[in-house]
Nanobody, 116 residues
Framework: QVHLVESGGGLVQAGGSLRLSCAAS?????????MGWYRQAPGKQRDVVAT???????NYADSVTGRFTISRDNAKNTVYLQMNSLKAEDTGDYYC?????????WGQGTQVTVST
């Protein structure tokens, strides 16, 4: 059974940084698993923030390019999202996702609030 647990959210001032972590269990991190971070702002749909393939290829939403960095540690079955230069519009619930051979799994989410 795939289980994803996010951590690292919190309250931060605009311009600050946070690092989110997602610990995965029940999957082999190094085999054809695409990990991602999604964000859901209050009253809005859940949108992709960043993804990373098992080989380390990354993609980012335009709104976070240059500010956020996704990375993964296959040995620890963990994926990270380093968020710098945070803006008020980055506020939302952040969800870790795992796409394993086409099947999607989600964590419970961690809340990020950026104050101005």
């Amino acid at each position: 059974q795939v289980h994803l647990v996010e951590s690292g959210g919190g309250l931060v001032q605009a311009g600050g940084s946070l690092r989110l972590s997602c610990a995965a269990s029940g999957i082999s991190f190094s085999r054809y698993v695409i990990m991602g971070w999604y964000r859901q702002a209050p009253g809005k749909q859940r949108d992709v923030v960043a993804t990373i393939t098992h080989g380390g290829g990354t993609n980012y939403a335009d709104s976070v390019t240059g500010r956020f960095t996704i990375s993964r540690d296959n040995a620890k079955n963990t994926v990270y999202l380093q968020m710098n230069s945070l803006k008020a519009e980055d506020t939302g619930d952040y969800y870790c996702s795992a796409n394993v051979y086409g099947a999607d799994y989600w964590g419970q989410g961690t809340q990020v609030t950026v104050s101005t």
